[in-house]
C-alpha cells in the first residue's frame, strides 16, 4: 500500500478493475461521480480539493481488495456530513448497505452536546455499535483515520496532539484487534510522530544510522535460513525476507522494558512463508538445529492464535556471528490475515467472472461481541468508552481451563474476571479458584498459560460487594453491580426518590412541583436512561451522584435567577458607566485603577480582579467582563471566556494597564511544559524557572504511556516580557519540545 504517492481516481479505477468485474467497476465509477459533485468547491485545511480526500479513502480500501460496497462507502464516507446530500439519496442510488456504511461513518454532529468531549464520546459509541453490526463500518473508518494522519501537517500543534492521541487509544488499538497490521503500524507510527517527535525522529535517525549494516547482516542470514532448509523440499512457493521494524514498537519497547535503542534485539528479523502448517513447523525444526534458540522467546501462535486470528511461529535465535535474530514463520494464508486482518474476510475474491465469491467469516469476532456485551452493560457513553480501553483494546494474557479452552483477558484480570467471561452465572456461584493446581486468592493476576480452574457452588448466594475491588475488568465490575441492582431494585429505587427529594429541599425547592412525571421522565432522558425508576434506582445504589441529579431537576429555575441577577448587575454597572459618561469635568476623562494595576475607564470605586481562566499580566491586550455581584473580571483580550460572552451580547467594558511594565513582582501566569520523561526533566524545568523568578505557586507533572511528561506550573512574572523570558528559557532544555502558557 502506498503511503507517499498521491492516488488519482483514474489508478483508483485501475486497482478495482484488476479484481473486479464490469459492473462492480462501474458501480464505483458512479460513487465517485457522486462524491465529485457533492464536494464540488470545497477545499480542505491544506487547500487542495476536497475530493482528493474520499480518493486516497476509496484507494486504501481498494488496496486491501475490499468488496464494491466498500470502496463505494470509501468515495462517500463525508458526504452526509459536510455536504448537502442525505442517506436517503445514498439509499436510493446505491442501495441500503452502502448507506448503512456510511451513516456508521457519519459524525454525529447535528445534536448539541454540552462539551466537544461529549461529542466526540458519543461519536464514537456510535461508530464502535455501527462497527459491531458491520465491520466494514470501521474498515473504512480506519483507511478515513489513516489519510487524515498521512496529512495532518495541516493542522494546528493542538490538533495535531489532539487527533494523534485519539488514534493512538481508538483507533490503531481497533485495527490491531481487527488483525490490519498494515494499517496499525503507519496509525502508530504517525501518531508518534506528532506526540513525541523528538523520540520519534532520534529512532528514525538511530535506524538509519546502521540501516546497511543491518541490511547486509540480513541478507546475509537470509543466505544461511535457505541453505538450513534446502533439503526440507518445500516447493517454489517459500518466500525468505527481512522484515522491517516499525518506529512506535522501537519506542515502545525502550520505554515499557527501559531498553536502550542499541538493546533492541529484534530489529533484525527474517520471515519465512510457505504453502502449508507442516512446512511451517519443518522449518523451525531446520532452523533451531542450525542455530540455538534464545529460552522463553519462541512463540507458538499457529497452535493458539491471537484473538484477532493472527498466526505465525516466533522464535529468536543466536544467528549467524552470534548475532540476536528473530524469524516468523507462517503459510501464505496466515500471511494474508496478519496484513489484512479482518479485511482478508471481506476482501473481493472473484477475478472478472461473474458472482461475488467471499470468504466471510460467519462467526462474530471475540472484539465483536465484547462490545456489544459492553453496550449493553454500561450506564453511561464515558463508561462504556472506558471499558472499550481497558477492557477490549488493552493487552492481553491467555490462560486455560482444565478441559484445554483458551481464555482471552486483559492483563491484570484475576480469578473472577475469567469466571464472569465464562458465564455470568459461573460468576455469581464462584466459590474460589485453583491456578495450576493450586488454590490461590481472588486477587491473584492470571499469567499467561495459567491452568485456572474456577470452582462454583450452586448453593453459593451470589457475588459479595467486596468483590467490586477484587475484579479488573469493567465487565466483571458490571456484571456484579447488575445483580445488587437486580437484587435490591425496588429498594433502591424508593431510595433514590427520597436522596433527590431530600436535596431539593436542602437546596430550598419543593420536591412536589419538580418531581413530577413528566420531568422526571425528562430528567431519566438526558441521562440516557430507559425509564425514571432506573435513574433513581442508579442514584439510590450510589452509581449516580444525587447532586447531579438534583441540578438537572433544578437547571433551568437556576439558569433564569442567574439571568434576572445578570441583567440587574449589568444595569446597574451601565447606568454608572452611563453616568460617567455624560459627565464634563473640565473636559477631563476620569480613570479608577485597582489594586490589581488595571484601569477602568469612567468607573470610580469598582471592584475589579484579574481573571483566573487566563491570568493576565502587564503588556497583555485585556478586556473588562461585568460580573454577577462581582465587579469586573478582567481577562486576556483572547480568552475563550471573553469571545463567549461577547458573542453572547453580554457588555464588556474599557480596562487597560495603568503601568504595562507592571507595579509588582508577582503575576500569576499558567504555564505548560512537554517533554519526554527522561530523568533529571523536572529538576531542569524547576531549576530554569527558579533562575528567572522568586515566585513558584504551584507545580504538578503527570506522565502519560508513552512516557511523555506534562509539567504544569503556576509562576509569578513582572509582566508578558518576563513571561516570554521564562518560556524562551524552558525552550532551550534537552527533551523538553513544548512550552506554552495556558488558559483553564
Known amino acids: 500500500m502506498s503511503k507517499n504517492n498521491e492516488l488519482t481516481h483514474e489508478d483508483v479505477k485501475k486497482i478495482v478493475s484488476s479484481y473486479m468485474n464490469e459492473e462492480h467497476v462501474e458501480m464505483v465509477e458512479r460513487a465517485y461521480h457522486f462524491a465529485a459533485v457533492a464536494h464540488a468547491d470545497q477545499h480542505r485545511k491544506s487547500g487542495e480539493a476536497y475530493i482528493i480526500h474520499p480518493i486516497q479513502v476509496a484507494g486504501i480500501l481498494a488496496n486491501l481488495h475490499m468488496d464494491p460496497e466498500t470502496v463505494c462507502a470509501g468515495y462517500m464516507h463525508d458526504i452526509v456530513e459536510d455536504t448537502g446530500a442525505t442517506l436517503d439519496d445514498i439509499r436510493e442510488l446505491f442501495g441500503p448497505t452502502i448507506a448503512m456504511i456510511v451513516d456508521g461513518d457519519t459524525k454525529i454532529s447535528k445534536i448539541h452536546y454540552k462539551s466537544n468531549k461529549e461529542q466526540m464520546a458519543e461519536t464514537h ?36 496532539r489532539r487527533i494523534a492521541n485519539e488514534t493512538l487509544e481508538i483507533y490503531a488499538p481497533i485495527a490491531d484487534r481487527l488483525g490490519i497490521s498494515t494499517i496499525k503500524w503507519e496509525l502508530e507510527d504517525l501518531s508518534l510522530r506528532y506526540l513525541n517527535p523528538q523520540q520519534y525522529y532520534r529512532i528514525v535517525h538511530l535506524m538509519n544510522s546502521r540501516r546497511d549494516q543491518r541490511v547486509e547482516y540480513i541478507n546475509r542470514a537470509i543466505v544461511d535460513v535457505k541453505k538450513a532448509i534446502s533439503d526440507l523440499e518445500l516447493g517454489p512457493n517459500v518466500e525468505i525476507y527481512g522484515r522491517p521494524k516499525h518506529i512506535y514498537s522501537v519506542y515502545r519497547k525502550m520505554v515499557t522494558q527501559h531498553k536502550q535503542f542499541e538493546q533492541i534485539y529484534d530489529l533484525l528479523a527474517i520471515r519465512v512463508v510457505v504453502d502449508s502448517i507442516k512446512d511451517c513447523y519443518a522449518v523451525l525444526g531446520a532452523v533451531h538445529t542450525n542455530w540455538k534458540p534464545m529460552p522463553g522467546r519462541f512463540k507458538d501462535y499457529i497452535a493458539m492464535p491471537k484473538a484477532n486470528g493472527y498466526q505465525s511461529l516466533h522464535t529468536t535465535v543466536i544467528g549467524p556471528e552470534g548475532r540476536l535474530l528473530e524469524i516468523q514463520i507462517r503459510t501464505h494464508d496466515m500471511h494474508e490475515v496478519a496484513e489484512y486482518g479482518v479485511a482478508a474476510h471481506w476482501a473481493y475474491k472473484e477475478g472478472k467472472t461473474n458472482g461475488i465469491k467471499q470468504t466471510r467469516d460467519s462467526k462474530k469476532l471475540n472484539v465483536v461481541k465484547e462490545i456489544l456485551e459492553l453496550q449493553s452493560e454500561s450506564q453511561g457513553t464515558d463508561e462504556f468508552l472506558q471499558g472499550i480501553q481497558s477492557d477490549v483494546f488493552a493487552d492481553k494474557v491467555y490462560a486455560f481451563t482444565p478441559k484445554g479452552d483458551v481464555i482471552e483477558m486483559p492483563k491484570g484480570a484475576g480469578p473472577l474476571d475469567m469466571a464472569y467471561q465464562i458465564h455470568t452465572e459461573v460468576g455469581n456461584h464462584t466459590t474460589g479458584a485453583k491456578v495450576n493446581g493450586r488454590i490461590v486468592p481472588l486477587n491473584y493476576e492470571i499469567k499467561n498459560g495459567d491452568i485456572v480452574d474456577i470452582l462454583t457452588s450452586s448453593s453459593s448466594a451470589g457475588p459479595s460487594r467486596d468483590w467490586l475491588d477484587l475484579v479488573f475488568t469493567r465487565r466483571a465490575r458490571n456484571k456484579i453491580r447488575q445483580f445488587f441492582r437486580a437484587h435490591d431494585h425496588d429498594k433502591n429505587v424508593e431510595s433514590g426518590r427520597q436522596i433527590i427529594a431530600s436535596q431539593l429541599r436542602d437546596a430550598g425547592y419543593d420536591p412536589n412541583e419538580l418531581m413530577t412525571t413528566e420531568k422526571n421522565n425528562q430528567i431519566a432522558d438526558q441521562m440516557h436512561y430507559k425509564t425514571a425508576d432506573d435513574m433513581f434506582a442508579a442514584v439510590g445504589f450510589g452509581d449516580v451522584p444525587p447532586i447531579g441529579v438534583r441540578n438537572r431537576f433544578t437547571a433551568d429555575i437556576r439558569k433564569k435567577e442567574a439571568d434576572d ?180
Open 125 to 160: 459509541r456510535k461508530l464502535l455499535l455501527a462497527m459491531s453490526k458491520d465491520i466494514r463500518v470501521m474498515i473504512v473508518k480506519l483507511a478515513d483515520r489513516l489519510h487524515n494522519m498521512r496529512t495532518l501537517q495541516h493542522l494546528r500543534p493542538d490538533k495535531q
Open 565 to 744: 441577577k445578570q441583567r440587574a448587575a449589568q444595569k446597574a454597572v451601565l447606568e454608572d458607566h452611563q453616568t460617567f459618561e455624560n459627565k464634563n469635568v473640565n473636559n477631563q476623562r476620569k480613570f479608577a485603577k485597582s489594586s490589581e494595576g488595571v484601569v477602568v475607564e469612567g468607573v470610580d470605586n469598582l471592584l475589579t480582579r484579574l481573571s483566573h481562566c487566563c491570568s493576565p499580566v502587564p503588556g497583555d491586550e485585556i478586556v473588562g467582563y461585568i460580573t454577577k455581584g462581582r465587579g469586573v473580571s478582567v481577562h486576556r483580550a483572547d480568552c475563550p471566556n471573553v469571545k463567549a460572552a461577547e458573542k453572547n451580547g453580554e457588555r464588556l467594558v474599557s480596562v487597560f494597564w495603568a503601568n504595562p511594565a507592571g507595579d509588582k513582582t508577582n503575576y500569576n501566569a499558567d504555564i505548560e511544559v512537554e517533554g519526554y520523561n527522561r530523568n533529571g526533566l523536572l529538576n531542569d524545568v524547576l531549576r530554569s524557572i527558579n533562575n528567572n523568578t522568586r515566585f513558584l505557586t504551584s507545580v504538578n507533572g503527570k506522565v502519560d504511556h508513552n512516557k511523555m511528561a506534562t509539567i504544569s506550573a503556576t509562576i509569578g512574572v513582572r509582566n508578558s516580557q518576563h513571561l516570554q523570558l521564562i518560556l524562551d528559557s524552558l525552550k532551550n532544555i534537552p527533551d523538553v519540545y513544548v512550552v506554552k502558557r495556558v488558559i483553564r
